[in-house]
């Protein structure tokens, strides 16, 4: 039992780890732990997945990490109430009766989280870019602006924010669209 027990994660962050026996539960955590998959248990349990353990993996939610809300479920039911309760709440339930069919799906899981984060992103992070107009090249000069530029420095991506730091920072608003020899392109480089 302590061995298990110090399979938890004692920073609270983690995902739930659910199987129908002991035995089964210790070689779920001893894969969990090892070098190549290390994923974090916040909680454990013995048993079929009722509401009770739901509420316990939404905490990660609250936590602002939906990564780790998330119910890894081992050869154990899953009743009808904690399936509606989990969809309701955003938490996810994996069950699975072979290890590593759950580890492929936590996997996969992480992945659509990391693309998720980085397409929240996207208009957080900036990179910085000096541009240069080409007086010749100006097709509209009000909403929206059309131009023509030559990148300077850094990398222009769409949605890139656009001011004239030399006039008090106006704000200009964000790149739409790029275009190079009349094809869209995602970034531009000097």
């Given at each position: 039992m302590?061995?298990?027990?110090d399979s938890v994660d004692k920073?609270g962050?983690g995902?739930?780890?659910?199987a129908?026996?002991?035995?089964?539960?210790e070689?779920?955590l001893t894969?969990?732990?090892t070098?190549?998959?290390?994923i974090?248990v916040?909680?454990?349990?013995i048993?079929p997945?009722?509401?009770?353990?739901?509420m316990r993996?939404?905490?990660?939610?609250?936590k602002?990490m939906?990564?780790?809300a998330v119910?890894l479920a081992?050869d154990?039911p899953?009743?009808?109430?904690a399936?509606e309760?989990?969809?309701?709440?955003g938490?996810?339930i994996m069950?699975?009766?072979?290890?590593?069919?759950l580890?492929d799906?936590f996997?996969e899981?992480?992945?659509v989280?990391?693309?998720?984060?980085?397409e929240?992103?996207?208009f957080?992070?900036?990179f910085?870019?000096?541009?240069?107009?080409i007086?010749?090249?100006?097709?509209?000069?009000?909403d929206?602006?059309?131009?023509?530029?030559?990148v300077?420095e850094?990398?222009a991506?769409?949605g890139?924010?656009?001011c004239i730091?030399s006039q008090g920072?106006?704000?200009?608003?964000?790149i739409?669209?790029?275009?190079k020899?009349?094809k869209?392109?995602?970034?531009?480089k000097?």
């Amino acid at each position: 039992m302590e061995n298990i027990f110090d399979s938890v994660d004692k920073t609270g962050e983690g995902v739930y780890v659910q199987a129908s026996t002991l035995g089964s539960l210790e070689a779920l955590l001893t894969f969990l732990k090892t070098d190549a998959v290390k994923i974090p248990v916040s909680a454990i349990n013995i048993g079929p997945v009722h509401k009770r353990d739901i509420m316990r993996a939404g905490v990660m939610l609250e936590k602002k990490m939906k990564k780790y809300a998330v119910i890894l479920a081992f050869d154990v039911p899953v009743s009808r109430e904690a399936t509606e309760l989990a969809e309701e709440m955003g938490v996810k339930i994996m069950t699975a009766d072979i290890i590593y069919h759950l580890f492929d799906q936590f996997t996969e899981y992480l992945k659509v989280c990391k693309q998720q984060e980085q397409e929240a992103a996207k208009f957080e992070a900036v990179f910085p870019c000096r541009l240069k107009i080409i007086p010749t090249c100006i097709f509209n000069k009000k909403d929206p602006i059309v131009l023509g530029v030559e990148v300077v420095e850094g990398i222009a991506k769409i949605g890139t924010p656009l001011c004239i730091p030399s006039q008090g920072k106006i704000d200009l608003g964000r790149i739409g669209s790029m275009e190079k020899e009349h094809k869209a392109v995602e970034t531009a480089k000097p």
